[in-house]
């Protein structure tokens, strides 16, 4: 039964101010599956790996978009094929581990296989046995063929939507975030490390949390505590005109930081010093002095250079207070051991025991918590004035609105 | 040294070192380790990927103090402790005063409510400098069973 059938038309939203965002839109379990369908199986476009994980023909990876199993896989013509991981006969899920390489995938079941583009090429026993049984001549392989979806490739990243009439990726993201991620990702790539962080939350919770430049050096004290990022340095907030995507920005003068991190170091009034400072020891490798750049793209993908870290973060909604937040790190092919090692070493900034990063991982469920059998009323996200768009200073919630004028465009509310 | 020595050397530099962070002495934590050391924290898959990254990735004893520091007096969190338990140690052979070591854990989680939850399961991949007492860990790899972490990690395994 859809949400549309029981007359269910999502959390009423008390205004049209998108600054107005109702406690109950964390917390409905009906809310969570009217999302599934509007905007995960909707009009937008999802994360769903990265190209280098499927380098040959044959390969395949088995993941999620929103809570839909899915399969990725590289065909013989090297294109990249995305189809539901459900099995066209009796619904059985095909590919019960996240990776695999083959000619063609082979339900458990009862023998159904499939091509790498989704095509049902057997059916186990199709002509009975011994002239018995077996399938009626009017049944037509054909026409049981994988649900598919579309894909794009931009940067090395594989996207896909359910969705057949949304706009091309690059229109979809707009020219700002697609320049905001070409220069993140403007060479080759490869994984240096993942983890899974599951977060005791609602899963909008955390795509708010990144577009919210205003927590940012006040929730995470180390910086602010080792004179890391403050809101007065040079930054901005990129959104594009859906709102849903966005890039923050902070410049950092990196010469002017090691002096002054230096003279702390002498300075007796600051107690609190790091006795290895390779942590955060970072090079300006894009030559722009950009320190810090968070990146999304709705409604699941936050693509992040923290100083010299590099990271896809994927945002997995689990249950209506549970998502899990998958970490891809990121090295460059053309990184010497040095630059390797420094990679390393900044990772403690982030990731699930990061400095910067795992108070991102309680937080959410603070907010879930203090909103158990207790979410009558509206937040205030008025930082920055109400509209959702983009600014040169980030002491602001623009982008938070943002989400809420493409969440609410989606959802109909 | 005989291989009882030896045996009960390690057996008790794991013991003492579980205590430690249990005990939340996590002060001294840094001191079971060498100046020049390796503390990781992995998982299976990325281990056996040969990926490099860890959740936390110390390497030096300035970076085992920063990460105590950062939790005692920067970092915001909820208040919690681990209980480890350990499987028997299981040793290589000593080479220039190095041991190869390895122990299975499995470490509880207590939140300051009472709440009790199966944290983490893995495997320490230890390299021990026995040529000096106490023995001290060179590099100690802590392979987690899971890539899920749940919330967050803040106190080291």
New interface residues.
């Given amino acids: 039964m859809s949400v549309a059938d029981i007359g269910f038309e999502g959390v009423s939203f008390p205004s049209n101010a998108l600054s107005d965002v109702p406690f109950r839109v964390y917390t409905d379990p009906e809310q969570y599956r009217l999302e599934q369908e509007r905007i995960f199986k909707g009009p937008t476009w999802n994360y769903l790996c990265l190209a280098g994980e499927i380098p040959n023909p044959g390969d395949w990876v088995a993941t999620t978009l929103g809570e839909v199993a899915v399969i990725i896989a590289r065909g013989p013509d090297g294109a990249v094929n995305a189809f539901v991981n459900r099995c066209a006969h009796r619904g059985n899920l095909l590919c019960l581990t996240n990776k695999g390489h083959g000619k063609e995938i082979t339900c458990i079941y009862h023998g159904w296989s499939y091509d790498l583009e989704g095509h049902l090429t057997g059916v186990a026993f199709e002509r009975g046995v011994k002239r018995q049984g077996g399938m009626p001549p009017e049944f037509r392989k054909d026409e049981h063929h994988l649900q598919r979806l579309r894909v794009a490739e931009l940067c090395g990243l594989v996207f896909g939507t359910f969705d057949e009439d949304v706009e091309d990726l690059e229109a979809y993201l707009g020219p700002l975030v697609v320049g905001g991620m070409k220069r993140v990702l403007n060479r080759r790539f490869h ?10 939350n609602n899963w909008k919770l955390y795509a708010e949390n990144v577009k919210d430049t205003y927590h940012a050096s006040i ?1 995470h ?2 910086l602010t ?1 080792f004179r890391i990022n403050r809101l007065s340095m040079p930054g901005s907030i990129n959104i594009d005109e859906s709102g849903g995507h966005h890039f923050s920005q902070a410049k950092l003068d990196y010469a002017a930081e090691d002096a002054d991190y230096k003279a702390a170091q002498l300075r007796a009034d600051t107690d ?1 010093k ?3 400072n ?2 955060i020891e970072a090079f300006d490798e894009y030559g722009d002095q950009v320190s810090v750049q968070i990146l999304t793209v709705f409604p699941n993908m936050v693509l992040q250079q923290v100083r010299n870290t590099i990271a896809v973060r994927v945002i997995r909604p689990r249950a209506v207070d549970k998502t ?1 937040l998958d970490w891809v ?1 990121l090295g460059f092919d053309d990184d010497d051991d040095a630059m ?2 420094r ?3 900044q ?2 900034l982030i ?3 990061g ?1 910067i990063a ?2 991102d ?2 937080v959410g ?1 603070f907010v879930q918590r203090a909103l158990q059998y207790n979410d009558e009323g509206s937040g205030v996200v008025m930082m920055g004035g109400h509209e959702a768009e983009s600014q040169t200073f980030r002491a602001s919630e623009a982008a938070i609105r943002g989400f809420w004028k493409k969440y609410r465009a989606l959802i109909g509310a | 040294m005989d291989e009882s020595a030896l045996r009960q050397g390690i057996d008790d530099l794991y013991a003492v070192y579980a205590d430690c962070i249990d005990d939340d002495r996590l002060e001294e934590w840094p001191d079971f380790f060498v100046d020049d050391c390796r503390y990781l924290i992995t998982d299976r898959e990325s281990h056996q990927a040969g990926l490099r990254h860890g959740v936390i990735y110390c390497a030096s004893h300035g970076m085992l103090m920063d990460r105590i520091t950062t939790m005692r007096r920067v970092l915001v969190y909820e208040p919690h402790r681990y209980r480890h338990i350990l499987g028997p140690a299981r040793l290589g052979a000593v080479n220039d005063g190095v041991v190869a070591a390895r122990a299975n854990f499995l470490a509880v989680r207590i939140m300051h409510d009472g709440e009790t939850s199966l944290f983490a399961t893995g495997r320490y991949l230890d390299r021990i400098d026995v040529s000096r007492s106490p023995f001290r860990f060179i590099e100690r790899l802590v392979i987690l069973d899971s890539q899920k972490i749940d919330t967050l990690l803040v106190i080291p395994l």
Avoid: K, M
């Fill in positions: 994984v240096i490390g993942r983890s899974t962080q599951v977060l005791p929730l004290s180390f505590t609190l790091l006795a290895d390779s942590v899990e790190h390797t090692e990679r390393l070493r990772g403690n990731g699930a025991a400095y795992l108070e991982g309680c469920g």
